[in-house]
């Protein structure tokens, strides 16, 4: 019994409700008026190389309490990261400004 409620109360909400992208916005952006705001903290943390295909970002954890990391860790954590945006779906994600 509890199936079958269960079954219909589905039918009954996917045939009454369009759900769209945009399911909970009242207009769309182009009617709102305003430009999307560029990613600060992005902005501060990358670099984008002159290929314009890859980033380059510093890494953390290396400011302080380095005396019980080995050597080969501060080394690594010392150096710059690269980073391919064409194979990371954050990237595309990530605001213009910051990826230019």
Known sequence: ??????????STISSS???GPRMFSV????EAGYKMKSHSGAKKRWRSLASGSS???GKANHQHLNV????????????DCLFYSSSDTQ???APASVRV
């Open 1 to 10: 019994m509890f199936f079958s409620l269960a079954s219909n109360l589905r």
């Open 17 to 19: 409700h369009t759900w």
């Open 27 to 30: 207009t769309s952006v182009a």
């Open 55 to 57: 980033f380059k970002r």
């Open 68 to 79: 019980a990391k080995a050597p080969a860790r501060k080394r690594s954590i010392g150096t």
């Open 91 to 93: 990237a595309k994600k």
